[in-house]
């Protein structure tokens, strides 16, 4: 069983900067791939980054692409999601997820074992 916290969200202006974070206790944490998703209401939770159990590869939706990081740092049990150039668009609440399988990168929820319970991110125009 894993667990996961996220913090990190807030409210900004647009075109301001954000880096949520997500701690995970309960497992070893590098045997977990891990991604980011976020989740507007009335719409269906969206992927936003993954990123590989050694932190070596990463993946982004094309919405994000350029504006926004993610990474790992096994030896902290954190994941984080640094977010520039924010969108009133990328208003959501962000959920990271945790999938229990080293092999490839993940990008649907169905994919994935373990959520927390999310952070908001409200960006104002």
């Known amino acids: 069983q894993v667990q996961l916290v996220e913090s990190g969200g807030g409210l900004v202006q647009a075109g301001g900067s954000l880096r949520p974070s997500c701690v995970a206790s309960?497992?070893?944490?590098?045997?977990?791939?891990m991604g980011w998703f976020r989740q507007t209401p009335g719409k269906e939770r969206e992927f936003v980054a993954a990123?590989?159990?050694?932190?070596?590869?990463?993946a982004y939706a094309d919405s994000v692409k350029g504006r926004f990081t993610i990474s790992r740092d096994n030896a902290k049990n954190t994941m984080y999601l640094q977010m520039n150039s924010l969108k009133p668009e990328d208003t959501a609440v962000y959920y990271c997820?945790?999938?229990?399988?080293?092999?490839?990168?993940?990008?649907?929820?169905?994919?994935?074992?373990?959520w927390g319970q999310g952070t908001q991110v409200t960006v104002s125009s």
């Open positions: 990123i590989s159990w050694s932190g070596g590869r990463t």
């Open positions: 309960g497992r070893t944490f590098y045997h977990y791939g």
């Open positions: 997820a945790a999938v229990a399988r080293i092999g490839s990168l993940y990008y649907t929820p169905d994919a994935y074992d373990y």
